[in-house]
């Protein structure tokens, strides 16, 4: 998993809740279990019309935020079923980042298991967003500093320790689980000294 310092963009603007997984990453896009190459299929129903021409009025279709490599939403964002492509397909379309009040549980976990930041922020603080997103200017989230940049405001932001640091090195569920490998190797070794006559009478038995 790569590993998240900081993401410099123009950030695009989807303030609606409620934005589920099915609208993120339509069904009939689920069979590959690939994770590159799903970046076009994101939000299909909404960039695409029904003989598959780019609707132009769709953010995600409009330069710069074409580009957008940070997601501003609303409540409860990746709702619904519990489908990992989603934030695979956010991440395959150049999104590192998505900034709304509250995730959907399944969807948050999902996004930190690979490497897109879920950031949670105040209603007043993302409409402040929203309206300098719309005028095409940077926005600079910063997971070292723990902080947003934008014009010359700084907006600090809480985020947990663990995933915090699970993001800046890149970790993924193995690499973590690796992390106690002594932990594991010497329960393991306990468990064979205490149970070892367990062992013996199931070969018997067998």
Not at 44 to 58: E, G, H, L, Q, V
Not at 138 to 151: H, R
Request: net charge positive; charged share 30%.
């Amino acid at each position: 998993m790569q590993k998240f310092y900081d993401v410099k963009s123009v950030a695009a603007v989807i303030n609606e809740i409620n934005i589920d997984t099915d609208a993120i990453i339509p069904k009939q896009f689920l069979k590959t279990i690939e994770r590159t190459g799903l970046g076009k299929f994101l939000f299909f129903d909404r960039r695409y019309d029904s003989s598959n021409n780019i609707k132009k009025d769709f953010i995600l279709n409009k330069v710069p935020w074409n580009k957008a490599r940070i997601l501003i939403a609303g409540n409860n964002f990746g709702c619904g079923s519990s489908r990992e492509h989603a934030p695979w397909a956010l991440l395959d379309f150049g999104i590192k980042c998505i900034i709304a009040p509250s995730f959907a549980d399944i969807f948050f976990n999902n996004s930190i298991k690979n490497g897109l930041l879920p950031l949670t922020l105040p209603k007043s603080s993302i409409e402040v967003l929203c309206a300098h997103a719309l005028e095409k200017k940077l926005i600079k989230v910063s997971l070292l500093e723990k902080k947003i940049f934008y014009d010359n405001i700084i907006l600090d932001f809480n985020i947990s320790d663990e995933v915090r640091e699970r993001l800046l090195n890149g970790y993924d569920d193995i690499e973590l689980t690796l992390q106690k490998k002594d932990m594991i190797e010497f329960y393991e070794k306990k468990n064979l000294l205490e149970s070892s006559w367990r062992i013996i009478d199931n070969e018997r038995k067998s």
